[in-house]
């Protein structure tokens, strides 16, 4: 059975859809809808990686900080370390103090160690800290 036919029997005259320069318009006004909930959703995107680049980050600067006295010996200068997967450790090491008596003695001498990370020469953490070296 033709459905033109089928139409005609019940009553339903002048059936018609939409024309195409409606539908353009409609799919225009939603895209412009949806253009600034995309771009939010972008957004969010991305600070979701750069917390992710700054979580591993403090990681590193934290694992270089504890290895300084025994992977970086206590003596003023400068490290720089390249990881595999991009970052870019920078070890600075100066006197902090000058040396001092501890009371059994011995004396000791503070460095200021200064670890910075950065990813893509951008700087994702920093961190700061005393080490002690024990004098003879």
Do not use: W
Request: one cysteine or more; charged letters at 20%; a negative charge.
């Amino acid at each position: 059975m033709n459905p033109l036919v089928c139409f005609r029997e019940f009553g339903v005259k002048g059936v018609r859809g939409f024309t195409l320069l409606e539908s353009l318009i409609a799919i225009t006004i939603l895209a412009l809808a949806l253009v600034p909930i995309y771009g939010k959703f972008s957004d969010g995107v991305m600070a979701i990686y750069r917390s992710e680049e700054a979580a591993y980050g403090a990681l590193y600067a934290q694992s270089y900080l504890a290895s300084v006295g025994s992977l970086y010996s206590l003596e003023n200068g400068r490290h720089i370390v390249h990881e595999d997967n991009g970052y870019e450790v920078d070890i600075h090491i100066s006197d902090g103090a000058s040396s001092r008596e501890v009371n059994d003695n011995r004396r000791f001498s503070l460095f200021d160690v200064h670890v910075v990370v950065k990813l893509d020469a951008r700087t994702v953490a920093e961190l700061r800290g005393l080490k002690a070296k024990v004098l003879p």
